[in-house]
């Protein structure tokens, strides 16, 4: 398997900030630079996070949270993005816990709810059809896609699979 360097933007207060650019598609070409990145969540912005992030050209905001979660971590305002929000835990109605270290992750999610959350998630999910309809439009694009903390609905969102659109 090939290895593929990551490149980690380097934010101050934003965790998990990778430009997806660079992996390879199934038919051989790779996803351009620039356009489509993943991210934790936003809403810790230093000053001079909010100004390294206008740089990137990012014209889209998709955010897999909760309206729970997202209440008390909102994204940051932008005026030259637009913000979607569509929660991607499929059939699940535990809320996630929204505590930054996530020490009551377990109390709220046992590990047979988070086992059948990832056993259904990538399937039917609204955010994730949407987060498809979006990226075809290159005006949505460059686009940051976040969860909490950029790894598990950000991860199936963002897979190489999905990743195949506006390559060299």
Same mark, same amino acid.
């Given at each position: 398997?090939?290895?593929?360097? *990551?490149?980690? %933007? @380097? ?15 199934? #038919? ?10 993943? $991210? ?20 889209? %905001?998709?955010?897999?949270? #909760? ?5 008390? =971590? @909102?994204?940051?305002?932008? $005026? ?17 816990? *929204? =505590?930054?270290?996530?020490? +009551?992750?377990?109390?709220?999610? $046992?590990? +047979?709810?988070?086992? #059948? ?8 999910? @609204? ?6 309809? *979006? %990226? ?26 999905? *990743? $195949?659109?506006?390559?060299?």
């Amino acid at each position: 398997m090939e290895q593929l360097e *990551t490149k980690v %933007i @380097p934010f101050e207060a934003v965790y998990n900030f990778r430009d997806m650019g660079g992996y390879k598609t199934r #038919d051989g070409r790779r996803v351009k630079n620039g356009l489509f990145y993943r $991210s934790a969540a936003l809403g810790k912005m230093t000053l001079a996070d909010k100004e390294l992030f206008e740089t990137l050209g990012i014209k889209t %905001i998709f955010d897999y949270r #909760d309206n729970n979660e997202a209440y008390h =971590n @909102p994204n940051p305002v932008f $005026s030259n993005a637009q913000y979607i929000q569509i929660p991607a835990k499929g059939k699940h109605a535990f809320e996630m816990p *929204t =505590n930054a270290e996530g020490r +009551d992750f377990y109390k709220a999610v $046992s590990p +047979d709810m988070f086992r #059948d959350f990832y056993a259904q998630m990538p399937f039917n999910n @609204p955010s994730f059809k949407e987060l498809m309809q *979006t %990226i075809q439009n290159p005006d949505n694009l460059g686009l940051v896609h976040h969860c909490a903390v950029g790894k598990d609905r950000t991860g199936i969102g963002g897979s190489p699979y999905f *990743t $195949s659109f506006r390559c060299t």
